[in-house]
C-alpha cells in the first residue's frame, strides 16, 4: 500500500495510507494495534479506516489472545490547559498509571 491513491470522500487524487497505533477497549482489556493503515486525503482533510482494515481489526480483536503479546507499558494521559474562565483541573499533573496491555 504505498504511493497515491483517489480519496473514497472527496473522490480527488492524492490519498495517502498512514500507518498508525490504536488503542481499543479501557482499563486492563486495553489492546493496542500498531501499523494500522488510515487512509489521509490532504485535498479535503479526511482520514478513514477502509472496510478491510475494519475487517481486520475485528479479526485481531476476536482473536487477540493468539494475535496479541503481553507487554507492560506507560500510560498518560492528555490535559488541556483550561480556556479562560473555566475552572481549572484540580489534578494538572499526574503519574503515568501502569497498565497491561496487549500488542
Known amino acids: 500500500m504505498t504511493g497515491t491513491m483517489r480519496c473514497d470522500v472527496c473522490g480527488k487524487e492524492g490519498a495517502q495510507i498512514q500507518l498508525v497505533t ?14 494500522v493503515p488510515v487512509v489521509t486525503c490532504p485535498q479535503c482533510g479526511e482520514s478513514y479506516l477502509t472496510a478491510e482494515t475494519l475487517y481486520e481489526i475485528e479479526r485481531i480483536k476476536l482473536h ?33 498509571a501502569r497498565s497491561t496491555v496487549r500488542r
Open 64 to 96: 487477540r489472545r493468539a494475535l496479541a503479546a503481553r507487554k507492560q507499558i506507560e500510560v498518560a494521559e492528555f490535559v488541556r490547559a483550561p480556556v479562560e474562565g473555566e475552572a481549572r483541573p484540580t489534578r494538572a499533573l499526574q503519574r503515568p
Open 22 to 35: 490504536r488503542a481499543y477497549g479501557r482499563g486492563g482489556r486495553e489492546l493496542l494495534i500498531r501499523n
